[in-house]
């Protein structure tokens, strides 16, 4: 089968990574289109996955969204037309979707946040199949087109899956020139373009005010927060980093967006989301069983070293073959 993976956004590269190689190993053709945006480049040339470059991003507000999605969408699908292909997937890629519906190829969406309303207004009326966690109450899903039919649902966290061969790495620590006997944090800023994440957050300039000058990575979304971060005692990467080794050997995480909150609850690293959007189903779930924290005054965070013993705890592991498998069901969706 000859599959297309499109990837719009950092964490699309390390979610699908897994997939794309167990579909390799399965033995079907898969060929990788990327959008530039945040470190998704960055990332693809870190892991060696060959790729091709359709397309930026346009901008957070909702017309420049609207108009790259048109534009990328319609560029995607001239760059498709006439490969053969067997079914489309992505991780909430609006664009793939829409040029996959043009094409009339099959295609399958994955998405672990259920209130970005107006991409998955898109996505779960054209795919054909839509991967989400078990954590997500199929009602939430059902005012974007998302049938019972359509909904193909996973067992816990999608960190779980990818990182399930995980090893860390402590090279990283060298490249960032840490002291792994002192306490470390990582800082994720806001998701500045997205539509979901329409508030100020002051609380991360505030948390980061109290954590200057202590061991302190920022890893910043866009260069413009890389440039402002600059020469503030902070350690910022140039480039993409081994994130996760970062994670895993931190002694505190605190971060707006999901994806890096929920690498931590997958690794055992203690966690703080200053989220202000809606909470989605699967961050409620962790709030509720502890695992990750809301972040409501920064005096909260207290940087000490962790005892090695709680670095050890047994971790979930899930096989990635089985999203795989839920994605791979799309094609036969389409013949029925």
């Given at each position: 089968?000859r599959v297309?993976?499109d ?11 897994p ?5 390799r190993a ?7 289109t990327?959008?530039?945006?945040a470190q998704?480049?960055g ?10 470059v359709?397309?930026r991003h ?5 017309a420049?969204?609207?108009?790259g ?26 664009d ?5 519906r043009l ?8 998405f672990?946040y ?21 954590a997500?109450?199929?009602?939430r ?5 998302a ?5 193909a ?7 779980e899956?990818y ?5 860390p ?8 020139g ?22 100020e ?8 005010e109290r954590l ?6 920022v890893?910043?979304?866009t ?6 971060l ?17 994670i ?9 967006g999901?994806t890096?909150n929920?690498e ?5 690293t203690?966690v ?6 809606r909470l989605?189903?699967?961050d409620e779930?962790?709030i509720a069983a502890?695992?990750?924290k ?17 670095r050890n ?10 999203l ?7 094609v ?5």
């Amino acid at each position: 089968m000859r599959v297309w993976v499109d990837l719009t956004n950092s964490p699309h590269v390390l979610v699908l990574r897994p997939i794309v190689a167990t579909l390799r190993a399965q033995g079907h053709e898969v060929t990788i289109t990327a959008r530039d945006f945040a470190q998704t480049l960055g990332l693809l040339e870190r892991f060696a996955i060959d790729h091709t470059v359709v397309g930026r991003h346009r901008g957070g507000r909702l017309a420049a969204k609207g108009l790259g999605l048109v534009s990328r969408s319609s560029a995607l699908a001239r760059w498709a037309r006439g490969r053969g292909f067997d079914l489309a997937m992505g991780h909430g890629s609006n664009d793939v979707t829409v040029a996959a519906r043009l094409l009339r190829i099959p295609s399958a969406t994955m998405f672990d946040y259920e209130w970005a309303t107006v991409q998955h207004t898109v996505n779960c009326s054209l795919a054909e199949v839509v991967v989400v966690p078990e954590a997500i109450p199929p009602q939430r899903l059902a005012r974007y087109g998302a049938t019972p039919r359509k909904i193909a649902a996973y067992a816990g966290l999608k960190e779980e899956y990818y990182l399930a061969d995980f090893a860390p790495d402590r090279a990283v620590l060298d490249l960032l020139g840490l002291d792994p006997a002192r306490p470390i944090a990582v800082v994720r800023t806001p998701p500045v373009g997205s539509l979901y994440h329409r508030f100020e957050n002051d609380v991360i300039g505030r948390v980061l005010e109290r954590l200057r000058g202590s061991q302190t990575v920022v890893l910043p979304r866009t260069p413009k927060q890389r440039d402002e971060l600059r020469g503030r005692g902070f350690v910022v990467p140039e480039h993409a980093i081994d994130a996760q080794s970062l994670i895993a050997f931190a002694d505190l995480v605190v971060s707006a967006g999901g994806t890096m909150n929920r690498e931590a609850v997958a690794l055992g690293t203690p966690v703080w989301t200053t989220f202000q959007g809606r909470l989605g189903a699967v961050d409620e779930d962790l709030i509720a069983a502890g695992r990750l924290k809301v972040l409501e005054r920064p005096e909260d965070v207290q940087l000490t070293k962790r005892p090695p013993r709680e670095r050890n705890a047994e971790r979930v592991r899930r096989d990635p073959a089985l999203l795989a498998g839920l994605l791979l069901r799309s094609v036969g969706a389409a013949c029925r």
